[in-house]
Protein backbone atom coordinates (compact mmCIF):
# COMPACT_ATOMS: atom_id res chain seq x y z
CA UNK A 1 0.00 0.00 0.00
CA UNK A 2 2.65 2.44 0.97
CA UNK A 3 4.20 1.58 -2.03
CA UNK A 4 1.53 3.05 -4.52
CA UNK A 5 1.35 6.28 -2.18
CA UNK A 6 4.93 6.59 -2.48
CA UNK A 7 4.11 6.44 -6.33
CA UNK A 8 1.00 8.31 -6.28
CA UNK A 9 2.94 11.83 -4.72
CA UNK A 10 5.43 10.90 -7.06
CA UNK A 11 3.38 11.19 -9.44
CA UNK A 12 1.44 14.43 -7.94
CA UNK A 13 4.85 16.14 -7.35
CA UNK A 14 5.75 15.94 -11.34
CA UNK A 15 2.26 17.54 -11.85
CA UNK A 16 3.28 20.37 -9.61
CA UNK A 17 6.85 21.08 -11.07
CA UNK A 18 5.55 20.35 -15.00
CA UNK A 19 4.03 23.90 -15.22
CA UNK A 20 6.99 25.44 -13.58
CA UNK A 21 9.71 23.99 -15.70
CA UNK A 22 7.52 25.46 -19.32
CA UNK A 23 6.80 28.39 -17.72
CA UNK A 24 10.89 28.61 -18.19
CA UNK A 25 11.18 27.74 -21.56
CA UNK A 26 8.60 30.55 -22.73
CA UNK A 27 6.27 29.68 -24.73
CA UNK A 28 8.16 28.02 -27.24
CA UNK A 29 7.19 24.31 -26.37
CA UNK A 30 9.36 22.43 -28.90
CA UNK A 31 12.05 19.87 -28.35
CA UNK A 32 14.79 22.96 -28.06
CA UNK A 33 17.82 21.19 -29.26
CA UNK A 34 20.27 22.55 -30.31
CA UNK A 35 20.93 26.26 -31.16
CA UNK A 36 21.13 28.57 -34.15
CA UNK A 37 24.49 28.55 -36.10
CA UNK A 38 26.43 32.33 -35.98
CA UNK A 39 26.83 33.74 -39.92
CA UNK A 40 30.46 32.40 -38.61
CA UNK A 41 30.20 29.19 -38.76
CA UNK A 42 27.90 29.17 -41.51
CA UNK A 43 30.65 30.88 -43.31
CA UNK A 44 33.12 28.14 -42.63
CA UNK A 45 30.47 25.56 -44.18
CA UNK A 46 29.42 27.48 -47.17
CA UNK A 47 32.71 26.66 -49.13
CA UNK A 48 31.07 25.52 -52.75
CA UNK A 49 32.69 26.79 -55.69
CA UNK A 50 30.49 27.12 -58.81
CA UNK A 51 31.59 26.15 -61.90
CA UNK A 52 32.29 29.57 -63.36
CA UNK A 53 34.67 30.27 -60.30
CA UNK A 54 32.08 32.00 -57.98
CA UNK A 55 33.04 31.44 -54.20
CA UNK A 56 36.78 30.78 -55.16
CA UNK A 57 39.17 32.32 -52.11
CA UNK A 58 41.74 34.47 -52.50
CA UNK A 59 45.47 33.11 -53.00
CA UNK A 60 47.29 31.56 -56.07
CA UNK A 61 49.89 28.63 -57.09
CA UNK A 62 51.48 27.59 -59.49
CA UNK A 63 52.37 23.24 -60.22
CA UNK A 64 56.07 24.01 -59.59
CA UNK A 65 54.90 24.77 -55.90
CA UNK A 66 52.37 22.32 -56.07
CA UNK A 67 54.84 19.43 -56.97
CA UNK A 68 55.98 19.83 -53.32
CA UNK A 69 52.26 20.15 -51.55
CA UNK A 70 51.65 16.66 -53.53
CA UNK A 71 55.04 14.89 -52.71
CA UNK A 72 54.12 15.73 -48.50
CA UNK A 73 50.86 15.47 -48.31
CA UNK A 74 49.15 13.29 -51.81
CA UNK A 75 51.86 11.22 -53.16
CA UNK A 76 51.54 8.42 -50.57
CA UNK A 77 48.15 7.34 -51.78
CA UNK A 78 48.09 8.63 -55.04
CA UNK A 79 51.33 7.73 -56.43
CA UNK A 80 54.10 9.25 -58.37
CA UNK A 81 52.63 12.19 -60.54
CA UNK A 82 49.37 10.97 -59.76
CA UNK A 83 49.93 7.62 -61.69
CA UNK A 84 47.49 6.11 -58.21
CA UNK A 85 45.81 2.86 -58.69
CA UNK A 86 42.25 1.77 -59.81
CA UNK A 87 40.70 4.42 -57.64
CA UNK A 88 42.43 6.80 -56.83
CA UNK A 89 44.54 7.65 -60.38
CA UNK A 90 44.40 11.32 -61.09
CA UNK A 91 46.44 11.72 -64.21
CA UNK A 92 45.70 10.09 -67.89
CA UNK A 93 43.18 7.91 -69.37
CA UNK A 94 42.59 10.89 -72.27
CA UNK A 95 39.82 10.05 -74.69
CA UNK A 96 39.59 6.64 -73.25
CA UNK A 97 36.19 7.98 -72.23
CA UNK A 98 34.48 6.50 -74.92
CA UNK A 99 36.26 2.90 -75.25
CA UNK A 100 35.02 -0.28 -73.48
CA UNK A 101 37.35 0.81 -70.93
CA UNK A 102 37.05 4.40 -69.74
CA UNK A 103 39.98 5.27 -67.08
CA UNK A 104 38.33 8.54 -65.30
CA UNK A 105 40.90 10.86 -63.66
CA UNK A 106 40.96 14.35 -63.46
CA UNK A 107 42.50 15.27 -66.76
CA UNK A 108 40.66 12.30 -68.70
CA UNK A 109 36.69 12.88 -66.79
CA UNK A 110 36.22 16.48 -64.94
CA UNK A 111 34.34 19.18 -66.70
CA UNK A 112 35.58 21.86 -64.74
CA UNK A 113 38.72 22.68 -63.22
CA UNK A 114 36.98 24.80 -60.41
CA UNK A 115 35.80 21.58 -59.27
CA UNK A 116 39.27 20.18 -58.68
CA UNK A 117 40.28 23.22 -56.23
CA UNK A 118 36.65 23.12 -54.50
CA UNK A 119 36.83 18.76 -54.26
CA UNK A 120 40.68 19.02 -53.11
CA UNK A 121 39.76 21.94 -50.28
CA UNK A 122 36.96 20.05 -48.81
CA UNK A 123 38.29 16.37 -49.21
CA UNK A 124 41.70 16.37 -49.16
CA UNK A 125 44.08 14.59 -48.00
CA UNK A 126 41.77 12.24 -47.17
CA UNK A 127 43.21 11.84 -43.65
CA UNK A 128 43.27 14.82 -43.14
CA UNK A 129 40.76 17.31 -45.06
CA UNK A 130 40.50 20.45 -44.44
CA UNK A 131 44.39 20.96 -43.67
CA UNK A 132 45.66 22.86 -46.53
CA UNK A 133 46.05 26.29 -47.00
CA UNK A 134 44.18 28.29 -49.81
CA UNK A 135 47.76 28.53 -51.59
CA UNK A 136 48.61 24.95 -51.06
CA UNK A 137 45.31 24.04 -52.57
CA UNK A 138 45.83 26.42 -55.77
CA UNK A 139 49.04 24.76 -56.01
CA UNK A 140 48.51 21.38 -56.01
CA UNK A 141 45.47 21.56 -58.38
CA UNK A 142 48.11 23.44 -60.88
CA UNK A 143 50.61 20.28 -60.61
CA UNK A 144 47.01 18.23 -61.33
CA UNK A 145 46.56 19.93 -64.69
CA UNK A 146 50.35 20.24 -65.53
CA UNK A 147 50.56 16.69 -65.15
CA UNK A 148 47.46 16.25 -67.19
CA UNK A 149 49.32 18.08 -70.00
CA UNK A 150 46.26 20.97 -69.42
CA UNK A 151 48.13 24.29 -68.12
CA UNK A 152 52.30 25.18 -67.88
CA UNK A 153 53.77 24.65 -65.73
CA UNK A 154 54.50 28.03 -64.16
CA UNK A 155 50.96 28.73 -64.70
CA UNK A 156 49.50 30.76 -62.08
CA UNK A 157 46.47 29.75 -60.77
CA UNK A 158 44.15 31.62 -58.72
CA UNK A 159 40.31 32.98 -58.94
CA UNK A 160 40.55 34.70 -62.13
CA UNK A 161 42.73 32.06 -64.51
CA UNK A 162 41.15 29.06 -63.05
CA UNK A 163 37.84 29.04 -64.34
CA UNK A 164 39.54 29.95 -67.07
CA UNK A 165 40.75 26.56 -67.83
CA UNK A 166 39.17 24.54 -70.41
CA UNK A 167 38.83 20.82 -69.61
CA UNK A 168 39.70 18.54 -72.27
CA UNK A 169 35.88 16.68 -71.32
CA UNK A 170 34.45 19.73 -71.11
CA UNK A 171 32.26 19.52 -74.59
CA UNK A 172 31.13 16.31 -73.84
CA UNK A 173 28.94 16.84 -70.73
CA UNK A 174 25.44 18.37 -71.53
CA UNK A 175 23.43 20.69 -70.09
CA UNK A 176 20.72 18.86 -68.14
CA UNK A 177 18.51 22.02 -69.12
CA UNK A 178 18.97 23.04 -72.15
CA UNK A 179 16.76 26.26 -71.88
CA UNK A 180 18.49 27.74 -68.97
CA UNK A 181 21.76 29.80 -69.79
CA UNK A 182 22.98 29.25 -66.28
CA UNK A 183 24.52 26.06 -66.12
C1 LIG B 1 45.22 8.67 -47.26
C2 LIG B 1 45.13 8.54 -48.69
C3 LIG B 1 44.95 9.81 -49.52
C4 LIG B 1 45.70 10.96 -49.48
C5 LIG B 1 46.88 11.29 -48.57
C6 LIG B 1 45.16 11.80 -50.52
N1 LIG B 1 44.15 11.19 -51.16
FE1 LIG B 1 43.07 11.94 -52.71
N2 LIG B 1 41.88 10.31 -52.69
C7 LIG B 1 42.02 9.23 -51.83
C8 LIG B 1 40.91 8.32 -52.03
C9 LIG B 1 40.67 7.02 -51.27
C10 LIG B 1 40.10 8.90 -53.05
C11 LIG B 1 38.79 8.36 -53.59
C12 LIG B 1 37.72 8.95 -52.70
C13 LIG B 1 36.32 8.63 -53.12
O1 LIG B 1 36.08 8.27 -54.27
O2 LIG B 1 35.41 8.80 -52.27
C14 LIG B 1 40.75 10.11 -53.44
C15 LIG B 1 40.27 10.94 -54.44
C16 LIG B 1 40.92 12.09 -54.88
C17 LIG B 1 40.49 12.89 -56.01
C18 LIG B 1 39.28 12.61 -56.89
C19 LIG B 1 39.68 11.65 -57.99
C20 LIG B 1 38.52 11.34 -58.93
O3 LIG B 1 38.73 11.34 -60.15
O4 LIG B 1 37.39 11.09 -58.45
C21 LIG B 1 41.35 13.94 -56.11
C22 LIG B 1 41.32 15.05 -57.15
C23 LIG B 1 42.33 13.78 -55.05
N3 LIG B 1 42.03 12.65 -54.32
C24 LIG B 1 43.37 14.63 -54.83
C25 LIG B 1 44.24 14.54 -53.74
C26 LIG B 1 45.24 15.52 -53.42
C27 LIG B 1 45.54 16.76 -54.25
C28 LIG B 1 45.86 15.10 -52.29
C29 LIG B 1 46.93 15.80 -51.51
C30 LIG B 1 46.66 17.14 -51.10
C31 LIG B 1 45.26 13.83 -51.90
N4 LIG B 1 44.28 13.53 -52.80
C32 LIG B 1 45.66 13.08 -50.80
C33 LIG B 1 43.03 9.02 -50.93
C34 LIG B 1 43.97 9.96 -50.58
Known amino acids: ????????????L????????????GPDLG??????????????????????????PNGSGTAIEGKVVYAISCLSCHGREGSGSLNNRLV????????????????????YATTV???????????????LTNEE?????????????IIDEDEIMDAQTLPQVQMPNRG?????YPDNPDP
Open 14 to 25: ALLLLPVTQADE
Open 92 to 111: GGHGSMSGSTPIKTVGSYWP
Open 137 to 149: TYAVTAYLLFLNG
Open 31 to 56: PNLGKEATPEQIATWDISIAPDGEGL
Open 117 to 131: FDYIRRAMPYNLSGT
Open 172 to 176: NFVLA
Open 1 to 12: MLKYLILFGMFG
